[in-house]
């Protein structure tokens, strides 16, 4: 009986007994965990040069990890944390768009889910009104933050994923201290399928 | 300049000046705040009935609230924190059928998004293995909680959302301290279209 604050029960075995040592990640090209499966370890740069022309169900064993629509780390970005994916509507959120596919995926290597930290901006160049986060924020109006926009992000410290509509719904996007510095300067680099800087909910990457 | 855990920037004024004091909830019936539009205060039994046959915008200027797929609290649930929902995407999350309208909905009066905790159970009535969580849970099974099933819920205080799948997509169902006793025994008291017991996030609602 765990009587943490964040701890679930007893740590249950990732595998089958006789399984042996257990993949980060397990994907399928149909949905449910059906059709043909392949394992993997580390980053996918394009799921169709691996035999693999459809992503359609996965399963992460452990880590924390970021899917794209695109190869090459391009496109709508999905932020897949532990647990059972068994079609679209698993990984896919609100996106605006249906993509029923995930072209390349790597982990989130700086994932720390108790010790993350970042600044937002109104502006961007970390300018203007600025607020600090070192919570999960299904809303960002109701912790005071006017306007549904953000300028840019500076994050010290663990993983983040931001999304435009409160709740954590609509596009979403990924941001990691590790990469070029933690510095989101402008939109355009919260990634390649960015238009608008409305962000509304933000919260912590879970390793 | 802000630099407290979860406070985000100063408080700003929720609505533009000489607007007096603001409705907690105003819909359009058209997408991005165009169309017809009404201001609410309390629960709405039935958007029909007050004269919205569909709701496709809406703005929560206050407060948390629970909207339902059908009158009369019943359907599908979407839990709306303070924000802008332009259009159906931003507060369907992924549900796996697409429902473009929001006929009932309700404050949530018991959120309390400090102050929350919440024991989740293995098996129905509050048996089997057992969880305690006091923070949010983007992935069950990363903080060791085997399979992705729970059995039964007891809220001890505030309002939780439970969702499907990872990362809080997939169907969600509010879970609240103030509603019989906080005592979810079996997956048909989580909602009238609840139909499995899969869970794979839980976080806090903020009021």
Same mark, same amino acid.
């Given at each position: 009986v765990s009587t943490e604050g964040e701890q679930c029960g007893p740590p249950a075995s +990732? @595998? +089958? #007994? !006789?399984? /042996?040592? @257990?993949p980060p990640i397990?994907?399928?090209? *149909?949905?449910?965990?059906?059709g043909k499966r392949h394992e993997f370890s580390t980053d996918c740069y394009s799921t169709p040069e691996r035999g693999f022309s459809t992503v359609r169900s996965f399963r992460i064993e452990s880590g924390a990890w970021v899917g794209f629509e695109h190869c090459g780390f391009q496109g709508q970005q999905f932020v897949l944390e532990r647990g059972e994916?068994?079609?679209w509507e698993a990984w896919s959120g609100s996106n605006a768009y249906h993509v029923d596919r995930m072209s390349s995926f790597? #982990?989130?290597? @700086?994932?720390e889910? /108790?010790?993350?930290?970042?600044?937002?901006? *109104?502006q961007e160049n970390f300018q203007g009104r600025r607020g600090e986060l070192s919570d999960d924020c299904p $809303?960002? +109006?109701?912790?005071?933050? !006017?306007? $549904?926009?953000?300028? $840019?992000f500076l994050v010290c410290s663990g993983a983040w994923v931001c999304s435009q509509y409160p709740g954590y719904r609509g596009f979403q996007y990924l941001l990691e201290s590790d990469s070029h510095a933690g510095e989101y300067k402008h939109v355009r680099e919260w990634g390649s399928h960015a238009q608008t800087g409305?962000?509304? $909910?933000i919260r912590r990457v879970q390793q």
């Open positions: +990732p @595998c +089958p #007994p !006789g399984h /042996g040592s @257990c397990v994907v399928w090209d *149909e949905p449910f965990f059906q994916y068994p079609c790597r #982990p989130i290597t @700086c994932a889910h /108790g010790r993350s930290q970042l600044l937002l901006f *109104e $809303s960002l +109006p109701a912790l005071g933050w !006017g306007g $549904s926009a953000v300028g $840019s409305q962000v509304q $909910s």
